[in-house]
């Protein structure tokens, strides 16, 4: 079986220990790669070599470090074929997916932060001829960067790109459950001649790599993608040591379709909303928010969108939706659908295991489902499922749906669909969430302030808001 490797100092490396635990393909349930068991002596190498690296890095003209970035995009994009089959390969999402979403926001987020620096001023604040107060905006050292698996090399590269290209160096903690494209990108950067140091990927199980990466002496900055429980971890343990820490977590975002909403269009991305990537995106709409006097229609017609969907083979460009990412989610989310039940929830289509033929029967493939009759503040409304299951929820009024919309303990994003503007930018203002679209879905621009409030994330990161997390201002002070 191939072995994925440690990228240190510019190097392919093995585990310091030697070990390796398996990789698995969700789409057939095999074992087809060996991930390195790293553990603190790994990421003590790593983050020695990047401050070093720091030492020079900090020091390149942002010309020099955008045009090396640039490159750098250019090789990704070179391989973004061998990249796109080996991320639908290790996380179960269908090929066109990464080929449309997932392997061209790669090049995209690294050619957007090394344009970024090109471009970024500094503040100035006069005191009336008594003084002028200017403010620096310099790189802070190591940044550990931790990405999940759902958008492996995006949000990898998400982190990366902005950490690099405001002079600092990286090591990165990639998920052990989809560590290909990060792995690859390694290669890629061997290939691109990535200054020594700056870029070291540590590949290894949460904890046991994560907890010694965040909790480091020299790592000042970390920047975290994943769950909330780890993200409550990762701030508790860092609190005391005062880094700098930016969390993008979980989400139980609200899709809310008003009476007067361009019919055709909504069902369609509330379909989109709920589904896509198996529904293992942050942003994915889980709670379906209907008003009454359409509720009857919109429910019949978001069933016939969804009888349309294919759950099959990733590598085909027929399927709308392939494998979860791995066993253990797969039974998460069918325990999350039984307890869904429980509660007196309808499943109105879906609710099953879909086992596909020949080689792919041990694949971890679920209907796309679609729950009834769920009171918005049961377990299954409020907790992030992360699966292809959406809930539908009727309601009367804009007051209403607004309390049920901002009941759970998340806040990340939220669409609205209505064809009364003043409407839909009323609801918006009163929404609990950090991202809301009018009338569409996950329609990202990479300069807005992207994150969540209340459990859903500390910070905001995109465009700016970006390059300002991952340096420290300082005002100078000079008397006229
Ligand atoms: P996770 O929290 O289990 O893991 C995320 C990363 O943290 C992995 O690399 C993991 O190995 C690492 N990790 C685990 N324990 C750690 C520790 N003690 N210290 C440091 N690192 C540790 O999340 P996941 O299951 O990989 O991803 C799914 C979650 O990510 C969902 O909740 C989803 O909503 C969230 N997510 C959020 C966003 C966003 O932008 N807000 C985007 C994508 C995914």
Not at 33 to 39: A, C, F, K, R
Not at 129 to 149: D, E, F, H, K, M
Not at 213 to 231: K, N, Y
Not at 453 to 462: A, I
Request: charged share 20%.
């Amino acid at each position: 079986m191939e072995k994925i490797l440690n990228y240190i100092n510019g190097e392919l490396v093995e585990p310091i220990n030697g070990n390796y635990f398996d990789n698995y393909n969700p789409s057939n349930g095999s074992a087809y790669s060996l991930v390195p068991d790293s553990e603190k002596a790994d990421i003590d190498h790593a983050v020695a070599a990047a401050k070093e690296a720091f030492k020079t890095w900090s020091k390149t003209s942002k010309q020099e470090r955008s045009d090396i970035l640039m490159k750098l995009a250019d090789t990704i994009e070179k391989h973004s074929e061998e990249l796109i089959i080996a991320e639908s390969k290790d996380n179960g999402k269908p090929e066109s997916l990464a080929r449309a979403v997932d392997i061209p926001r790669a090049p995209a987020n690294f050619r957007f932060f090394a344009t970024a620096i090109l471009h970024e001023h500094s503040e100035i604040h006069e005191m009336d001829g008594v003084a002028l107060n200017y403010t620096l905006r310099q790189p802070i050292g190591v940044a550990a960067c931790i990405s999940p698996w759902n958008l492996p090399l995006y949000l990898l590269t998400w982190k990366i790109a902005p950490a690099l290209a405001a002079g600092n160096t990286v090591v990165a903690k990639p998920s052990e459950i989809t560590p290909m494209t990060a792995f690859l990108l390694s290669k890629i950067c061997i290939e691109a001649g990535l200054p020594k140091g700056i870029l070291n990927i540590v590949h290894g199980h949460g904890a046991k790599v994560g907890d010694p990466l965040t909790t480091h002496p020299d790592t000042p900055i970390i920047s975290f993608t994943g769950g909330t429980v780890t993200g409550k971890h990762i701030a508790s343990v860092t609190a005391p040591m005062f880094k700098k820490i930016s969390l993008e977590l979980g989400g139980k975002n609200p899709n809310i379709i008003f009476a007067d909403a361009n019919f055709d269009k909504a069902v369609k991305m509330a379909v989109k909303a709920a589904f896509s990537n198996q529904g293992q995106i942050c942003l994915c709409g889980s709670r379906l928010f209907v008003q009454k006097e359409i509720y009857a229609d919109f429910k019949q017609a978001l069933l016939d969108k969804v009888s349309q969907l294919t759950v099959g083979d990733p590598k085909k460009e027929s399927s709308n939706l392939g494998a979860v990412v791995s066993k253990a989610h797969m039974n998460k989310i069918l325990g999350k659908i039984e307890e869904g039940k429980k509660l007196g929830g309808k499943i109105l289509t879906g609710g099953n295991r879909v086992i596909l033929e020949g080689n792919l029967k041990n694949g971890y493939y679920i209907e796309p489902t679609v729950i009834e009759s769920l009171p918005f503040d049961c377990s299954i409304n409020q907790e992030e499922i992360f699966g292809p299951v959406v809930s539908l929820i009727p309601f009367e009024s804009e007051e209403e749906v607004i309390e049920m919309a901002n009941s759970t303990k998340y806040g990340l994003s939220a669409s609205i669909f209505t064809e009364n503007i003043s409407k839909g930018h009323r609801v918006a203002a009163n929404i609990d969430a950090g991202v809301v679209w009018i009338n569409t879905w996950l329609l990202r621009d990479l300069r807005i302030p992207f994150g969540g409030m209340k459990q859903s994330g500390v910070g905001r990161e995109g465009g700016f808001k970006s390059l300002h997390f991952f340096t420290e201002p300082k005002n100078v002070c000079v008397k006229i």
